[in-house]
């Protein structure tokens, strides 16, 4: 069975294993303490931790390898990770580290960098619990995407006059930091009293997170606070916004501290998730002359240039069972996040919900759509586990990334109008029973249906052309599917270890993809005359299936195809034939017989191996 917790979510060991882009097929060698690959620029790259008993770890400026001496400049993506060494120290010469670099050492407490470092890339050091020392190099220029994140840095951050391209994420969770110092000579950034702006100091770019005081003016001159700028502070109750700010950036409040908020004059729009995590925010005001917000209830709205209403807070003192007010046009991602909501109801003003604008509400249980609504934003209505049923209006266009993934939905009949449906769209929703795919679909991504292991019916409709890879991957229980007349292609895994014991594949089928049918209660197959590629895996392991009839338009019988086949007697083969693929039709000790086409040519290994044949002819 499919463990839940891995539903919707990526896995931290993938990206682990990610290989690193930068050095396919280079040679590589080790010294010992290090594994190194040569990089396309004739320099060597960290590429791993030979010792993995090493407690200072030091990057030598330079090493040798085939008698050839190679200055020492990056640590590839995801390299030294998951280690034990608790100080390092960077050789000379570095100058990059990549996405992940050193992630995950939870016991690295200290590192020394060097004046030539330049970019310290996303997550480089993130989960490294225990770093709390850093001596600064004096040329970084980019500081990436959570590059420190939940570590336990505290005090001054200094940064240098190279600094160019910082991400006000990179220090989240390091919650002892309560100030930054910038040094006067950077034409970028600059610091006063501890925060990081501009050097025009007209946006606010980083607010410590224990900075003291509960309460802080925004700086006259500021038009803009950054994405993540003042996010998860640690004392802020107050934020006074100057008349002048203009924009504020996504997640740029994000803190559960704030209780009240005053929209200047002068605003003109938000980002995305603003006010996410603001639990304790239970007033707001629009000061009077700004024309691009107004409250309505316990709604903040913020007007675009089409005079459209997107809702970007809403009160943390609202029902738990709500419905959106008539002059919402659309939710703000992050609107609901983890709200205590149990029903709402959606009234036909609202054209979009925006991304994870649900997410987390695991007692919501019921929402009711009014004719009007057209997308549904990515990962919306993530892990509401309790939602049983939610309405899919007529109108509706754009089913996104993971919308429902880990829902508790019943059914998914989704009507015709539906363009696009996204990958994972319903994954793991482990309750669902039926479902229907319509043939107005024209973007039907993977791993639709994953793991939906109640899922008994499915209706594809006609019009329908590609059935995508994993879209019923381990759909334990679906028993009823058919595949329509218009499907060109059944993609790989598509319907990975399924209990069905018959299907019908359409004439105009042409690719059965990788492992499609893998692991199906299947009894027989016939294959169309019209299919030409049957991919690796695509019927192995089927423990019932009998007989099989290849379609005469197949050269190739790939690669394991009819592989650990219990039942397996017969296999039919067409003429034309050319190739039977390594292991193509292998460990069917049931198959006694088997009749070759004359014009098959070559064998793979193992083509026949572990069959039971008494005749071959």
Not at 267 to 291: I, M, Q, R, W
Not at 477 to 487: E, G, N
Not at 496 to 508: A, D, R, V
Request: proline content about 4%.
């Amino acid at each position: 069975s499919l463990p839940k917790s891995l539903c919707g979510k990526l896995a931290l060991v993938l990206s682990l294993m990610a290989a690193p882009a930068l050095c396919i097929n280079a040679q590589s060698f080790s010294d010992g303490t290090l594994n190194y690959e040569i990089g396309p620029d004739g320099t060597a790259f960290v590429a791993g931790l030979a010792d993995s008993e090493v407690v200072d770890l030091v990057i030598p400026a330079e090493v040798t390898y085939d008698n050839v001496t190679y200055p020492v400049t990056q640590v590839m993506e995801y390299s030294v990770v998951v280690s034990d060494f608790t100080s390092l120290t960077l050789g000379e010469n570095i100058t990059t580290l990549q996405e992940g670099a050193f992630k995950m050492n939870y016991s690295l407490e200290k590192v020394v960098m060097n004046d030539k470092l330049k970019y310290i890339g996303d997550e480089a050091f993130s989960y490294c619990s225990a770093l709390s020392e850093i001596e600064w190099g004096k040329g970084v220029e980019s500081i990436g995407y959570l590059s420190f994140y939940k570590c336990s840095l505290s005090g001054e951050l200094p940064f240098g006059k190279d600094l160019k391209d910082f991400n006000a994420t990179a220090f989240r969770s390091n919650f002892g930091i309560n100030s930054v110092s910038v040094d006067p000579e950077n034409p970028n950034f600059c610091s006063e009293d501890g925060v990081m702006f501009s050097k025009a100091k007209d946006e606010l770019v980083f607010y410590p997170y224990s900075r003291e005081g509960e309460s802080y003016d925004i700086p006259a001159g500021v038009k803009k606070i950054g994405s993540n700028a003042m996010r998860n502070n640690q004392n802020l109750i107050t934020i006074n916004l100057n008349e002048g700010l203009e924009y504020i950036d996504s997640q740029a409040f994000a803190s559960d501290k704030i209780e009240s908020l005053t929209i200047p004059a002068s605003l003109k729009g938000f980002g995305g998730g603003v006010l996410l995590y603001c639990k304790s925010l239970t007033k707001v005001e629009v000061a009077a002359g700004n024309e691009n917000f107004s409250m309505s209830d316990i709604f903040l709205l913020m007007k675009d240039e089409a005079g459209e209403n997107t809702a970007v807070w809403v009160s943390a003192d609202m029902p738990v069972r709500l419905t959106i007010p008539s002059d919402v046009n659309h939710i703000d991602d992050y609107l609901f996040y983890y709200s205590a909501l149990k029903t709402c109801h959606i009234p036909s003003s609202v054209k979009t919900l925006g991304y994870a604008s649900f997410y987390g509400s695991t007692d919501l249980k019921m929402v009711t759509v009014d004719p009007g609504l057209e997308k549904v934003g990515e990962m919306c209505f993530q892990d509401c586990s309790s939602l049983t049923k939610f309405e899919f209006p007529e109108t509706l266009k754009v089913i996104d990334f993971q919308a429902f993934c880990d829902a508790g939905l019943l059914k998914a009949n989704l009507p015709d109008g539906v363009e696009t449906v996204g990958q994972s769209a319903f994954f793991c929703n482990d309750k669902m029973e039926e479902a229907r795919i319509p043939g107005s679909v024209k973007e039907w991504v993977g791993s639709t249906f994953y793991g939906c292991t109640s899922l008994t019916k499915c209706e594809i409709s006609e019009g329908i052309q590609i059935i995508p890879e994993q879209a019923f991957n381990y759909c334990a229980s679906l028993s009823d599917v058919t595949i329509p007349s218009t499907v060109t292609e059944i993609g790989q895994a598509a319907f990975y270890s399924n209990p069905f014991t018959s299907m019908e594949l359409p004439k105009g089928l042409k690719r059965i993809g990788e492992m499609s049918f893998y692991g199906t209660s299947l009894e027989s197959i016939v294959i169309p005359d019209e299919v030409e590629i049957i991919d690796n895996f695509a019927f192995a392991w089927c423990p019932y299936l009998k007989t099989a009839t290849v379609g005469k338009s197949v050269k190739v019988l790939s690669e394991r195809v009819f592989h650990v086949m219990p039942s397996l007697e017969e296999v039919i083969l067409p003429e034309g034939l050319e190739e039977l693929g390594e292991y193509a039709i292998s460990f069917a000790d049931e198959m006694k017989s088997i009749t070759l086409p004359s014009t098959l040519t070559t064998f793979g290994d193992g083509a026949l191996v572990g069959n039971s044949f008494e005749e071959i002819t």
